[in-house]
């Protein structure tokens, strides 16, 4: 950016933001005092309506206290006959003659005490609670309308505590005959001898109190001690469905504003007597004014918006434009002199960068401007560097043939070192590779000898545990054979005595003879080398001979296939497997309906082997369940001894064959067998799990 165009903009801010400031603060000065103009206003219409208020209560005040000068309350509860009580016929009040004069003289002074005043009702009430007197807007209630109950008024007990031509005020309340919100002015009648036979009181509509505050402008409320708009200009009170509850009929202070600031400015209220205060709600300054009225302890507040102080204020406005237009002129008159101004001093600095442009590079001359000010020394340094560029040149063109021959020598040595970096980076890269194969390698070895340590020694443990085992199978074994062999013996002996019931007990016991005998088998089979006994056998019978040593719970379902298979193996052991597979398979069922599937067929790939599936329907095994599920001693119920599938294992691999599983959580599990059907295709496993 060139210098003049620095000095028009910097010279054109500071005169648009002095002339800017000096404009705001102005308007804002004078803004401020129409707002303390309009708060004084506003104090002083607040005062005048409070003087408004003060001469409504003193004028009720007054006209209750002349309306009792009038010597006929005194003259009808002066008679003897009003002095001895009341006396009631069929619960309507009774008079004598001279009573019922006096009444009626009464009635016609209250009558022309509401014509004078805007009053909703008069009454006369003893000190029982007897009404002797009463009129509802003008009209005089007969005297069976005279209610016997008023003692239970709120106003009752307290106007009596009055001295003479002393009033109680009561706070509003909903009057029952005027169906209205009404102020309750009594006082008591006093007699010569200082007795206060009676009270006399009227109620004044609540309508006349909330009329008198209303505004042109602004709002004027007034709060009372609860938080409650007695009187509001801007809120429409109901006339019909009245609620006799303060809190249900008037709305709370905060309907006027929520603000954090307006809450604040209330508790204010509450402990000064008068003060003036700001708050804004919607994002709008409000001016407040208040004062506490003398009765009730009520607040009468008067408040207006920023914006409506200053609306059709014409003064204002005036002001707005003139400042405008004259800061206009101003900054134009600045913009034009700072023009010329600039021109001035950027002529000498445009005539030195033309001449610094003509120079040549290669042979620089001295620059000649005829100017006295600083100009002269900025022209005089650059002179100075010319002559010093010009030594500088000549110097240089020496240096740089001296750098041209150092270049030469370095690129041949460059192009050297890149070679044996080369070859170094190759030889780097080998050496990496050879060490990534040695840890692996080492790793390898670390994980192998790990693994074969832990078989080791669980293979020590599992052979200790199974020599016990052995032992202790071996001794059941001769006390199951006489049990077997004398249930045998009962059956043949007294078969003909034996009814079904004792039958069925037999046939029970056989059978669980045969399961301890199987689950000894599954520890024997886990502890020593399977002898087989093989030969050709038929899968269905030997699935036959399975179902008849089972108890199958009548939930379960096992189908058995049609077709059938002839195997090379042992009988038996087949037998133990197949014991194993369907038994494991009910209890997975457990009490719910399920199938237990056994298929049988070729296998597709290789016909030399046989596949046989067993497949139910239980609550399948878990992942990680699957991966131990063939290790002895592993289990996953309370009753079992973790040894049936690993026996399974060990009689399938024995035979040549193999076992696999499968299970999906909630739908089943599947157990695999794949065994040869001819005798070349037996072998023995190399590793044992167990050696005895």
């Known amino acids: 950016m060139k210098i003049r165009t620095k000095i028009l903009l910097i010279s054109s801010i500071l005169v648009v933001l002095s002339v800017g400031l000096t404009s705001y603060f102005t308007f804002q000065y004078t803004e401020e005092t129409i707002a303390h103009s309009a708060i004084h206003k506003m104090t002083t219409m607040l005062q005048e309506k409070k003087n408004q208020v003060d001469t409504l209560h003193a004028r009720a005040t007054e006209d209750l206290v002349y309306t009792l000068k009038n010597p006929l309350f005194e003259e009808y509860f002066d008679l003897p006959e009003t002095k001895s009580g009341d006396v009631y016929k069929d619960g309507v009040l009774q008079l004598t003659q001279r009573q019922r004069e006096l009444k009626g003289k009464l009635e016609h002074a209250i009558y022309n005490f509401q014509e004078k005043f805007q009053v909703d009702e008069t009454c006369l009430i003893d000190t029982s609670g007897q009404e002797h007197a009463r009129l509802v807007l003008t009209k005089t209630a007969p005297d069976e309308d005279l209610s016997s109950e008023e003692s239970s008024a709120p106003f009752f007990s307290k106007s009596f505590q009055m001295e003479k031509h002393q009033v109680h005020v009561q706070y509003p309340y909903v009057s029952p005959d005027t169906n209205r919100w009404v102020f309750a002015y009594a006082s008591p009648v006093v007699l010569g001898n200082g007795q206060k036979p009676a009270i006399f009181h009227f109620e004044m509509p609540m309508s006349i109190f909330q009329d008198l505050i209303k505004v042109s402008d602004g709002r004027m409320y007034v709060i009372d001690p609860k938080g409650l708009l007695v009187a509001d200009s801007e809120y429409q009170f109901k006339t019909d469905s009245l609620s006799l509850v303060p809190e249900n009929y008037f709305p709370p202070v905060f309907t006027v504003s929520d603000s954090d600031e307006f809450k604040n400015l209330v508790s204010e209220m509450r402990i000064k007597e008068n003060g003036v205060g700001t708050y804004r709600d919607a994002g709008e300054l409000r001016y407040v004014v208040y004062e506490k009225l003398p009765t009730f302890d009520w607040i009468l507040v008067y408040e207006m918006p920023h914006s409506l102080i200053l609306s059709g204020n014409e003064t204002l406005d005036h002001l707005r434009t003139t400042i405008v237009v004259v800061g206009m002129v101003m900054i134009i008159a600045a913009f034009i002199a700072i023009f010329f101004i600039s021109a001035k001093l950027s002529s000498p600095i445009r005539a030195l960068i033309r001449a610094c442009l003509e120079q040549n590079i290669h042979d620089p001359k001295p620059i000649e401007i005829s100017v006295s000010d600083e100009i002269k020394d900025i022209t005089n340094a650059i002179n100075s560097m010319v002559a010093k560029i010009s030594d500088n040149n000549k110097s240089l063109e020496m240096k740089n043939q001296e750098i041209l021959l150092r270049n030469t020598a370095l690129e041949s040595e460059k192009a050297k070192t890149e070679a044996l970096n080369a070859k170094l980076q190759d030889n780097m890269v080998k050496l990496e590779e050879a060490q990534y194969e040695l840890e692996q390698q080492r790793d390898h070895l670390r994980d192998e000898v790990r693994q074969k340590t832990e078989e080791l020694l669980k293979a020590e443990r599992l052979s200790a545990i199974g020599q016990l085992a052995a032992r202790i199978a071996h001794d059941l074994r001769n006390p199951l054979t006489v049990v077997q062999n004398t249930s045998r013996l009962l059956q043949t002996k007294f078969a003909k005595r034996l009814d079904d019931k004792d039958q069925e007990n037999l046939a029970r016991l056989d059978r669980a003879v045969y399961r301890m005998a199987h689950q000894l088998e599954d520890v024997l089979d886990c502890v020593r080398i399977p002898q087989l006994k093989k030969k050709d056998c038929s899968l269905s019978a030997i699935l036959k001979d399975v179902m008849g040593r089972i108890d199958v719970p009548p939930n379960v379902t096992i189908n058995i296939p049609c077709n059938d298979s002839v195997v090379f193996c042992d009988p038996e052991k087949m037998e133990i497997v197949f014991v194993n597979l369907l038994i494991n398979a009910i209890q997975a069922i457990e009490d719910r309906a399920g199938t237990i599937d056994v298929e049988i067929h070729d296998d597709p790939v290789n016909n030399n082997f ?54 999906v959580v909630g739908k089943g599990t599947t157990f695999t067998l794949r065994i040869p059907k001819f005798s070349e295709y037996h072998r023995v496993p190399k590793d044992l799990l167990f050696t005895s």
């Open 610 to 663: 046989a596949i046989i599936k067993v497949i139910d329907s239980g609550f399948g095994i878990p992942q990680d369940g699957l991966q131990k599920i063939f290790e002895p001693l592993f289990t996953t119920k309370q009753s079992g001894t973790g040894l049936g599938l690993s026996s399974c294992k060990n009689i399938i691999e024995h035979h040549g064959g193999t076992i696999i599983v499968s299970s």
